[in-house]
């Protein structure tokens, strides 16, 4: 099964004309699922619906997001900030769509002009049609199938943006798997927190699984881990292994970060040019 998710600027029935409505919070999922060669093919797009009220659903699906759809209903400051939010996120293939309010216009050449100034130079527009619109996000799928295959090949991590109890169940933790592949049994350890835990059991899907891989949103229950282990942000991997007796050591996948050294690349329609003092 490979999973493309897809970060989504845009209107509710845009959507849904693409794909089937499923979890419905802060950030709404959408899904489609297709069978190529016998093997699923799923486009699972992520769409921030109380943006622009909050800031933090519409960061959570660019985090998860491989690829974008941006809708364009309006020049204003919220499309420039999506705009700059989806390039300083390296998103750097997606479908753009134009649909302006009944009896409406928007310069095409103009929105064609601001996302070239964003950097989404890659970009794709194209007619607000839901099946032709998957149908290029499953293009973007196969032209990036083999980034996802060694995505779910790679050390595990996995992003938390929900936790709760569960009665019967216990802690639970939902978020999608940015990289790698989780098992029921794993052994886990939580960050900040630097705690650890197992894995209980798996839901993706709403479905009992053994086994999640990179781009599923996923559902963990927890064992050993308590409520004050998560926090919305928090980041689950394997735990490091240092076994002297085999000789294997195997440090986190994730390191602290204390301190980040970078070179600030003007835009083209900066106005103010940043200085130290």
Request: proline share 3%; no cysteine; glycine share 8%.
């Amino acid at each position: 099964m490979t999973v493309l998710n897809v970060a989504m600027f845009g209107s509710e029935d845009l959507a849904k004309s693409i794909a089937k409505a499923t979890d419905q919070r802060d950030v709404h999922t959408y899904v489609h699922k297709e069978y190529h060669d016998g093997e699923a093919k799923i486009i699972s797009i992520i769409r921030p619906a109380r943006y622009p009220e909050r800031l933090r659903p519409l960061l959570n699906a660019i985090s998860a997001g491989r690829v974008g759809v941006i809708e364009v209903n309006s020049v204003d400051a919220i499309l420039g900030e999506v705009l700059v939010a989806f390039a300083s996120s390296s998103i750097d293939s997606g479908l753009a769509i134009i649909n302006p309010p009944n009896g409406e216009w928007i310069d095409e050449e103009i929105i064609k002009k601001m996302f070239h100034q964003a950097g989404l130079t890659k970009w794709k527009f194209v007619s607000n049609e839901g099946v032709e619109i998957r149908n290029q996000l499953y293009q973007m799928m196969e032209d990036i199938e083999q980034v996802l295959i060694d995505s779910a090949a790679s050390e595990l991590v996995v992003s938390i943006d929900q936790y709760f109890n569960v009665k019967g169940i216990g802690l639970v933790a939902i978020g999608y798997v940015q990289s790698g592949t989780i098992n029921v049994h794993d052994e886990l350890y939580i960050l900040p927190a630097k705690v650890g835990g197992n894995t209980k059991s798996l839901q993706v899907m709403d479905d009992d699984v053994k086994q999640a891989k990179s781009g599923d949103r996923v559902g963990i229950a927890i064992r050993g881990a308590k409520d004050d282990s998560l926090n919305n942000g928090s980041i689950i991997v394997k735990p490091a292994v240092d076994d002297k007796k085999t000789n294997t050591h195997i440090p986190l996948s994730v390191i602290e970060h204390k301190f980040s050294e970078l070179t600030i690349t003007p835009s083209q329609f900066q106005k103010r040019v940043l200085a130290e003092g």
